[in-house]
């Protein structure tokens, strides 16, 4: 159907189908700019929708209608969850200075919204003489 070129050294693009099943959104991660892939399944061209004012995109999930995208930016300054219009219009819902992308997966009517987090946290043990 298509192919993506990525960074061998990023992590695989996130993707997602849309309501309707005509259009596969993919999330195109550059620390530089927002950029969405937008890939019709009917076989015409791919084309690309710039998120204004945002970059570092990794997770995408469509709104329920179809009309939107729910994404989310990555950078230094931490994680942003966007809803995305069609045109590349930005709306933050969500943000925190936690360098981890945190998915927002909208619920089948729409009302509500998912948001994945988790934290990393570990403990370092050292046993001598073992």
Same mark, same amino acid.
């Given at each position: &159907?298509?192919?993506?070129?990525?960074?061998?050294?990023?992590?695989?693009?996130?993707?997602?189908? +849309?309501?309707?099943?005509?259009?596969?959104?993919?999330?195109? $991660?550059?620390?530089?700019?927002?950029?969405?892939?937008?890939?019709?399944?009917? =076989? @015409?061209?791919?084309?690309?929708?710039?998120?204004?004012?945002? #970059? %570092?995109?990794? $997770?995408?999930?469509?709104?329920?209608? %179809?009309?939107?995208?729910?994404?989310?930016?990555? +950078?230094?300054?931490?994680?942003?969850?966007?809803?995305?219009?069609?045109? =590349?219009?930005?709306?933050?819902?969500? @943000?925190?200075?936690?360098? $981890? +992308?945190?998915? =927002?997966?909208?619920?089948?009517?729409?009302?509500?919204?998912?948001? #994945?987090?988790?934290?990393?946290?570990?403990?370092?043990? &050292?046993?001598?003489?073992?």
């Amino acid at each position: &159907m298509a192919r993506i070129e990525r960074n061998p050294a990023s992590a695989p693009p996130q993707w997602d189908l +849309s309501p309707d099943g005509s259009r596969i959104a993919v999330g195109m $991660y550059n620390a530089n700019e927002g950029r969405i892939r937008i890939i019709p399944v009917t =076989g @015409a061209p791919p084309y690309d929708i710039v998120v204004e004012g945002w #970059a %570092g995109i990794v $997770y995408v999930d469509w709104s329920p209608d %179809g009309k939107a995208l729910y994404v989310s930016s990555r +950078s230094t300054a931490g994680t942003a969850l966007l809803r995305v219009d069609l045109q =590349g219009r930005a709306q933050r819902l969500w @943000a925190e200075r936690d360098p $981890y +992308s945190v998915p =927002g997966t909208p619920s089948p009517d729409g009302r509500h919204l998912l948001l #994945a987090r988790w934290n990393l946290q570990g403990n370092v043990w &050292m046993i001598e003489g073992f």
